[in-house]
């Protein structure tokens, strides 16, 4: 039953396109906003660029799904994640590696200088209002490690009036998640704080690779491997004048999770992550014309790992930023001009050579809609303490072929500045991995080419991208020096995404297709963990006061080693969700995952959860 199910999972996955945007019943697709595609607020209708949003709509009906979950369901993102809740993930956006994905929390950049990645798994989905996917490269815009793509997360903000909720569920794996927030406005001041606790039981995440394909099931340690989270955000902003605005904003989440670290280790070892931003923010209207944005912000990266008896490792990333922000209007067209600073300091029980880098930037960008033409060039120069200047662009075109009819095209280089790791990690054997001091800057250039119909309530859209990118950075192929890492190579990233949407009387249809070829150049094999094809069916509907959805997903075959030996098998799921409105404040959400329990892997040795439920009570004055 369960092959029958994957097989047919995988033939509608591939043979439906994917939604390229994620609506809530009857709300109107021409109205939404998005900023991560331009930093300046645009109409997600009128994006020269491939970019998704998921609203705070969907991210209640995901229950007790993580972010980690909820990116994995959505156009050209694949995810990897080692063990169960709060387990080490890593997002790949368009075959990229997860070090090319830029992770922006309210507009602050924050992730690890070690490892170069987010801690995606850190961040709960309570203190989340929407999330922009941006798919392609956007250094133009934001610089370093925006390769394959941005991921920015907006928090909980008020709106006029007095807006509280509270939500508190439980289920599979005892799992608890209870989460308050207080929001709402009078005039122009706004507030918001939130606060909340996750935590579960988890599964036994790890088998021993040896044995788990050949039906011995013999574990690592057979205990469950479980999972906490305490969060907190909270916003402050007054306006003064008509786009006069002072603001502050705060999210902190510390998180602990359980594995096992060795199959002769009976050590109970945790890994304790903590991610945190805290930012000030001064929007002065200079003129009728002229919008001027003064942003200071702070983030923290912070990972405790503790495998043993023995005293644990930490690493701590902060990164210091300041940003300005001109938004000009123009006869013809609106205009960016920026300055950011960036101050990046690691502290770590690893001894590196070097422990802080500083990066100066200046941005200019310039937006238009000219009849049926629309475009947008973006040119950003990085000056970075460490390795010195790099300069991107982007230019993109979109022309009205009809009122239903549109085509674009865009052209994008990058870049990803090496990581400390990389850089200065210590040789402590001669055949140990260390660092290389005269590494150069991943680079990247990307073709893009789009073709959309809409109609009504239906939408198409096919999107064709072939990203280059070179100088990567990999293991010396010399045996001599076979730890020390190198620029060397190439590899392509290029593939397809087709999307198909329908918003109709209460129902939304959504469905989809990525294909992608992924490959390391030099020698002809694919990157590991990047499926080739991948698809995901959607269907929901809301009637008074009931609503309800049903979700199909599957990847194809992927390989979980560089040099394609060891596969990883495609594998398809089934979600559901259903909410009914018990009375005008209170609601009920259950929501099943895996409904057919379905075994996959995501990483090679790690289990995924089986099926599991969630039920939700959530009290939210209208």
């Known amino acids: 039953m369960k092959t029958r199910f994957s097989a047919l999972t995988l033939a509608l996955a591939a043979a439906l396109p994917f939604p390229s945007r994620v609506f809530a019943a009857d709300e109107p697709a021409l109205e939404e906003i998005v900023v991560t595609a331009t930093r300046q607020q645009r109409r997600a209708e009128d994006s020269l660029a491939s970019i998704e949003v998921i609203s705070r709509e969907d991210i209640e009906r995901a229950g007790h799904s993580s972010l980690v979950e909820l990116l994995q369901a959505t156009p050209g993102v694949q995810v990897t994640a080692n063990g169960g809740p709060g387990s080490n993930s890593s997002v ?61 997360i907006f928090t909980r903000r008020g709106q006029r009036g007095f807006q509280p909720e509270v939500a508190v569920g439980y289920g599979s794996d005892n799992t608890f998640k209870g989460a ?114 003064l942003r200071l912000s702070q983030s923290e990266d912070k990972l405790l790992t503790r495998a043993s008896a023995a005293a644990p490792s930490r690493t701590q990333t902060v990164q210091d930023q300041l940003g300005w922000q001109n938004d000009v209007d123009l006869p013809v067209g609106r205009l960016l ?63 009205d072929l009809t009122p239903e009819w549109r085509l674009r095209g865009s052209l994008a280089t990058a870049f990803n500045a090496p990581t400390f790791n990389q850089l200065y990690w ?37 999107t064709y991208f072939d990203n280059k990118v070179k100088n990567l ?25 087709l999307a198909y949407t329908l918003a109709l009387g209460g129902f939304n249809l959504g469905a989809g297709a ?20 991948s698809g995901f069916l959607r269907l929901s509907q809301t009637v008074d006061r009931f609503d309800w959805g049903f979700e199909l997903s599957g990847a194809g075959r992927r390989y979980d080693n560089a040099t394609n030996t060891v596969a990883l098998h495609g594998y398809g799921i089934a979600n559901a969700y259903a909410g009914y409105r018990v009375a005008r404040d209170w609601k009920l959400e259950l929501r099943a995952n895996n409904l057919l329990d379905k075994e996959y892997e995501l990483a090679r040795g790690y289990r995924t959860p089986g099926s599991s439920v969630f039920l939700t009570v959530r009290y939210a004055p209208r």
């Open 180 to 293: 308050v927030t207080l929001a709402g406005g009078v005039d122009r001041l706004r507030y918001s704080l939130s606060a909340g606790k996750e935590r579960s039981d988890g599964y036994n995440s790890k088998r021993d690779p040896a044995y788990w394909r050949s039906g011995t099931r013999t574990s690592y340690w057979a205990d469950d491997d479980g999972y906490r989270n305490d969060s907190a955000s909270g916003s402050l902003s007054i306006g003064f004048r008509e786009r006069d605005e002072l603001g502050l904003n705060f999210t902190h989440s510390a998180s602990r999770n359980w594995y096992d670290a060795s199959a002769l280790s009976y050590y109970d070892s945790y890994l304790d992550k903590t991610a945190s931003t805290l930012g000030a923010h001064l929007r002065t209207q200079l003129s009728g014309i002229w919008t001027s944005t």
């Open 426 to 462: 210590p040789m402590s054997s001669p055949t140990s991995y260390y660092g290389n001091p005269d590494l150069k800057p991943e680079e990247a250039l990307n073709r893009e080419l789009g073709l959309r119909w809409s109609r009504g309530a239906h939408m198409v859209e096919l």
């Open 337 to 399: 001009l920026a300055y950011e600073h960036v101050e990046t300091l690691l502290d770590s029980t690893t001894v590196y050579r070097e422990d802080e880098r500083r990066v100066n930037s200046l941005l200019a960008g310039w937006t238009a809609d000219i009849d049926v033409h629309h475009l947008q060039i973006n040119l950003r120069h990085d000056d970075n303490s460490q390795f010195g200047a790099k300069t991107t662009g982007l230019l993109a075109y979109g022309y």
């Open 514 to 533: 990525d294909f992608l070829s992924a490959k390391d150049e030099d020698s002809g094999q694919r990157l590991p963990r990047r499926a080739a094809r």
């Open 473 to 497: 950075i990999t293991n010396n192929p010399d045996p001599a020096q076979s730890g020390q890492q190198v620029n060397i190579g190439e590899a392509r990233l290029k593939g397809a995404e």
């Open 92 to 152: 790949y956006i368009r075959g990229s590696e997860a070090r090319h994905t830029l992770l922006l929390v309210d507009g602050v950049r924050i992730g690890s200088a070690s490892s170069g990645t987010a801690t995606f798994e850190a961040i709960p989905l309570a203190m989340i209002e929407r999330i922009e996917i941006l798919r392609g490269p956007a250094s133009a815009l934001y610089g370093s490690e925006a390769i394959g793509g941005v991921v920015q």
